[in-house]
């Protein structure tokens, strides 16, 4: 297991409001959203993981994606703050949660002026890579550089262009392997890996989880399932149609963690 722990907001009825800055798919429909989420909660718990599920907030459409406002790591964890208004409270609502599995002095912020968002937060090793996109400014990745020196670990920050989060483009898959699309295939920030390069037409199954006892992926892009079984991973499956409407992918709906 590469995480026994994850912390899961339900969708509320207003997720048919959500952000939508670069799918342009249409509103997602409620209903099929919490069936989605709820598949998604019953395959992380069959994998073997502990699902903390916490309440819908109707003020804050977006507030099923925990992976932005908080990044959390198995030595500390960190309450960002996201770039759009609509989002910037749902840090408040998320630290409660994490006070019960970090201690206060392990529990950091990002401050204004930095924005930053989980979604551009990727952890491989004592390495943090972190997008400088549209939600994610210098400024973010500074204070964040500063948290992570405290624990011996560095940040290398990478821009981002096409992309709404550095996740949105790449992910990485453990045991040297990062799968990647657009512009990070071939990328002088990824040279070291052993690059799995997804096609354009599947770019948005780039977003995976690895939970060391099987990879989740959405379904519907055969060419990324058909490299992951051969690179060695085991595939699961789950539908993300009403997510993907409002920018979101497998990793906005969850924070992974060692407790």
């Not at 989605?36 to 003020?59: F, M, N, P, R």
């Not at 994606?65 to 790591?73: G, I, L």
């Not at 990324?224 to 409002?246: A, D, P, R």
Request: net charge negative; charged share 25%; hydrophobic share 35%.
């Amino acid at each position: 297991m590469l995480f026994n722990n994850a912390i899961v907001r339900k969708p509320a009825h207003s997720v048919i409001n959500g952000i939508d800055d670069y799918a342009d798919l249409g509103k997602p429909d409620y209903s099929k959203a919490i069936q989605e989420h709820e598949s998604y909660v019953s395959l992380l718990t069959k994998l073997g993981i502990k699902v903390t599920i916490l309440d819908a907030l109707e003020d804050y459409p977006d507030s099923c994606f925990v992976e932005d406002p908080a990044v959390v790591t198995d030595e500390f964890a960190v309450i960002t703050n996201p770039t759009r208004s609509s989002r910037t409270k749902e840090r408040e609502k998320i630290r409660p949660t994490i006070e019960k599995f970090y201690q206060e002095d392990r529990i950091f912020e990002i401050k204004e002026p930095g924005h930053l968002e989980g979604g551009d937060v990727m952890s491989v090793g004592k390495t943090f890579y972190i997008g400088l996109s549209a939600r994610t400014n210098q400024e973010g990745i500074d204070q964040f550089t500063e948290i992570a020196d405290k624990f011996g670990q560095e940040v290398i920050a990478v821009p981002v262009n096409e992309f709404l989060h550095l996740k949105t483009g790449t992910t990485y898959m453990g045991n040297n392997k990062l799968l990647v699309a657009g512009e990070y295939i071939d990328s002088p920030y990824f040279k070291k890996f052993e690059q799995l390069r997804v096609p354009e037409k599947e770019n948005y199954a780039v977003n995976c989880i690895n939970t060391g006892n099987g990879v989740i992926m959405p379904a519907g892009f055969p060419a990324v399932k058909e490299m992951l079984t051969q690179h060695g991973f085991k595939t699961h499956e789950i539908n993300m149609s009403e997510f993907s409407k409002i920018d979101g992918g497998l990793t906005c709906l969850s924070l992974r963690f060692n407790a």
